[in-house]
């Protein structure tokens, strides 16, 4: 009998040992695996009453990235700036009225200035402390209006195919449609009213709508500022088309080359 229970105490003894090798076994086996995986965050910040919707993954300093549009969301830029997350953690936000953020009845709380204040709110939100801000298109504008007003904030600005001044914007694009042939022209003008209608009150044209002025203005306060001098070091990539097959694959690589050299 004490026999059997010196065997049973044996077998129990080597069991454990064996489960304690395949834990320690397991957990080494499964460092490498974690250390090359990419968790996704996602979810809402509250920004003043409009809730903003992000999305997070990746590791090291954080970069913001901001869409264009207006009206846009954050997926057009994957899966081109995916290398980024392997050097950087990055966040998307989809801005206010675009994606999966809130939609506002008032749209005269489509303003720079409101998603300024969404970018900032999503910064404190998430702890992300200096953040480097990529702003494509029309989400230069912002991130130049945002360089503005929090520039302390920022370690690095990135403005990729973007303007300094709507007012030059809005005459180069006033040529541009001069020059479209006239079933180009009139496909266009069917096209391109109802984009903006929703966001202007009623009865409104391009010059009156508060927005339209507020976007005009933080542009060309830009342009002034950055006449007399950069505000903060700033890298300006060469000039890309909408993110679009290898061409925005090579514009990822370039962000990456950017932010690794850039001081």
Known sequence: MVTMKRIAAACLAFCALILSAASLFG????????????????????????????VEFGKGPPLM????????DHTYFLPWLLPLARTHRLIFIDERGSGRSERLQDVSKY??????????AVRVALGLGKISLL????GGVLAEAY???YQEHLSHLI??????????????????KAQKPPEKLARLNQLGPPAFSARAPSGSTDATRPSTK????????????????????MTRPPATRRPTGS???????????LLSTAT
């Open 65 to 72: 990235v901001l869409h264009g549009g207006p009206g846009a």
């Open 214 to 233: 507020r976007w005009r203005g933080a542009t060309d306060i830009f342009r002034s500022s950055m006449a007399r001098g950069p505000i903060l070091p």
């Open 111 to 120: 303003t720079v200035e409101g998603d300024v204040e969404d970018i900032e």
């Open 27 to 54: 957990q080494a086996a499964s460092t490498p695996a974690a250390s090359a995986a990419y968790p996704l965050q996602d979810g809402f910040v509250d920004a003043h009453g409009v809730l903003i919707y992000y």
């Open 147 to 149: 360089a503005l007003k």
């Open 247 to 257: 061409s925005t694959a090579k514009c990822g690589a370039q962000m990456a080359s």
């Open 159 to 176: 403005l990729n195919s973007t303007f300094a001044s709507t007012r030059e914007m809005n005459a180069v694009l006033a040529r541009e």
């Open 135 to 138: 702003g494509h298109s029309c």
